[in-house]
């Protein structure tokens, strides 16, 4: 199994937040800007979320433009409401 690091970001502002280096799961995340924090464990559930839910949209999206013109094939997604995250993937 592959690891990937990622920027995490805060959903409101958008700025990237802080932590210490190798955060332990009870370690505080926090938004320089807006001041928001979580615990680390939390952050990476959201930002799990997050990038669950663009992956699914985007394919969504992705399938629908390569099927658009055909005559055979007929794709119709499912639209998942608007959501808003707490903490983003950056």
């Known amino acids: 199994m592959s690891t990937v690091e990622v920027q995490i970001l805060c959903g409101c502002c958008k700025s990237p ?13 926090t938004c320089p800007r807006c001041n928001r ?6 952050v990476r559930r959201i930002v799990g979320e997050h990038v669950a839910y663009e992956t699914s ?6 399938l629908s433009r390569a099927v658009r013109g055909s ?12 959501r808003s995250f707490r903490w983003i993937a950056g």
Do not use: C, G, H
Request: aromatic residues 6%; proline residues 11%; without cysteine.
């Open 57 to 62: 949209r985007q394919l969504s999206e992705s």
């Open 17 to 29: 937040a802080q932590t210490v280096a190798n955060p332990k799961p009870q370690d505080k995340v």
């Open 71 to 82: 005559s055979v094939l007929k794709f119709t997604p499912k639209r998942a409401p608007q």
């Open 37 to 42: 924090s979580d615990t680390f464990d939390n």
